[in-house]
């Protein structure tokens, strides 16, 4: 499969605590954008045809957030999404909402892939896929994408123990990365 192991997971880590810090009172824009990207380069590390279809996925929809703030040039999270809903742009497609709310079910398969990988370790990575997929994004796709994504679950997600070797056996690293997903995801459905 091709993994590149994961080196620079102290960064990231000491990124997700930055962020972690700031949450008690509103989403940093430029904190919330950045472990998003976390996310996205993490899962675009392990090269896997389904993986880098969640990361393309965060990444676009950080793209429409990055964009609806310089447009409207605020920076913080909350006010941008109730400045949109003010003006009644919020549910276009390119609005930060949008965004918003496809990048915190693309941020919750995340979190609850990386979970019940690590708590459930009967479970191969492909079929804790499976059931993450189909308990958080299924709902959303239509047939077309159901059955590309079940293809590339079956076909594409690495083993457990790659998974593993990519953080280089630092189970800490992704408990960290899913506690903050965690956070970052209960904040997001409060602002949405």
Known sequence: MGLQPFHNHTEIIREALNFCLNLEESIFLEEFLLYSKHVSWVLRGFNSGFLNFIAQDILGNVGKIQR??????????????????????????DS???????????????????????????????KSAQYVYKDT??????????????????????????????????????????DVGKRVIDKLELVN
Request: charged residues 25%; positive net charge; without cysteine.
């Open 68 to 93: 609806s703030s310089e447009n409207h040039r605020i920076n913080d999270f909350e006010q941008l999404v109730q400045f949109e809903q003010r003006e009644n742009i919020s549910k276009r497609d």
């Open 96 to 126: 930060a909402y949008s965004g918003s709310i496809w990048l915190s079910r693309a941020l919750l398969f995340f979190v609850n892939f990386f979970e019940l990988l690590l708590s459930n370790r009967t479970l191969s990575s492909s």
């Open 137 to 178: 994004l299924k709902t959303h796709h239509n047939f077309f994408i159901r059955k590309i994504i079940s293809v590339g679950i079956k076909t594409s997600i690495p083993s457990r123990k790659d998974i593993l070797s990519y953080f280089k056996n630092d189970e800490d690293a992704i408990f960290l990365l899913v």
